[in-house]
């Protein structure tokens, strides 16, 4: 009997068919294939709301825990229009790999509700996340599911759901979530965390191929979060960040850009979502387009803003010899053909950007100690598992032959799947 599974949501689908492929390669044990296809856990909740009108709306969450296999389940909560149990159980599967490939003890999980949060008030959107707080609090706890911010959430919705559920359990529990502020038992240098990770990776390429840092030329596309940190790490290590991009363009200089001023546009700027570099080819830099800036002369290409930037179209153009991946699925399959094929280097989406989820692990051992760690233990911490978890995919691809893509998968999927096999089938 055929127990694979597949699904008409795209994220959950591409999951599935990852998943399915590394365990082919690897010989899995057909009875592993068929528990790590599925997720544990999975509730549907009603949220009902009073809106501003009076009305009441019922807007309809999930959460999902894919495995807890290695350790509580780890993952977002995020609010739009296309979320769906669905599409949780996909990321919730990814959150898995992911933090097992990040050396971390945590399973993966994910949650979120359908809709559309541009179009709810403060008010409305409080509402909204207390009670789903409330009604996905029976899974959620320090030691079995832990929520944190994703698309459209932050600081703010991670401190309702957490002041409603301490209140229903009349105790106080910061662990319960991550990504909360840093003065409200959140922690310092998690908003570098995922930039950090990635000019971790990049470094660990520079120091296996004998490259001189200073000798580099690197490109970051995607000025938000991951890529500005991404961009000011690699700079002060000594590389020439040639180009950097948002939504009002992208911004080249072949002798290198001044990374500090990009960074008071972004903060003077604060209100043009997205769009922060406007004008910034007052500042001795020419404005080019985001194609021109994945095809420019450098040595590393960061891709730090969306999805299926480097594909069919634009892989062959692409003159960077390393990719290290910031966003998430930034290379479509038929890219990475075309670059395997060109013998580009990528580091994955899930090795490059775990620092975001391994800084999530610390600010939950921090609240479980109650005991808060300086940022310079925090950063150090995270250098030295990011440079673990990468010489462990690194090495595995050189000795295997493989891409860092199908090595990290296998790392990943194994982690799991071996304990999974030591606790026995019913975890
Ligand atoms: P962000 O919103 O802070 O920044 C995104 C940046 O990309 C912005 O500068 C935006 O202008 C730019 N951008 C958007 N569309 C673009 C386009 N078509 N061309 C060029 N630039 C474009 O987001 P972020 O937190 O930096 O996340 C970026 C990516 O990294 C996402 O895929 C996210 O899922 C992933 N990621 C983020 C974290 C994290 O900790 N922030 C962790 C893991 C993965």
Redesign the pocket.
Known sequence: MNSRRSSDNLILDTALRDFYDAADYMHLDERLVAILSNSERRIDVSVPVEMEDGSAVVFKGYRVQHSTALGPSKGGIRYAMDVSGDECEGLAMLMTWKCSLGGIPYGGGKGGITCDPTKLSLKEKERMTRTYGSRISPIVGRWSDIPAPDMYTGGQEMVWIMDTICKMRGHFEPAILTGKPTDYWGAMGRTE??GRGVATCALEIMKRKNLDPSKMKIAV???????SYTALLLKEAGAKIVAI????G?YYNPNGLNIEKAFEYINTNPKQK???LQGFEKEGCEKVS?ADLLSCDCDFLAP????G?INKDSAAKVKAKYIVE???S?TTPEGEKILDDAGVIVVP?FLA?A??VIGSYFEWAQNLQGFPWTEEEYNTRLVNLMKNNFGRVWDFAEAKKVNMRRSAYVNAIKRVADVVDMRGIYL
Do not use: L, W
């Open positions: 965390a995922t596309d995607g000025f938000g979060n991951v890529g991009s948002d939504t009002s992208a997205g769009r922060k985001e730090c803003a969306v999805q930037v910031g966003a998430n930034p989406d950007n620092g975001g």
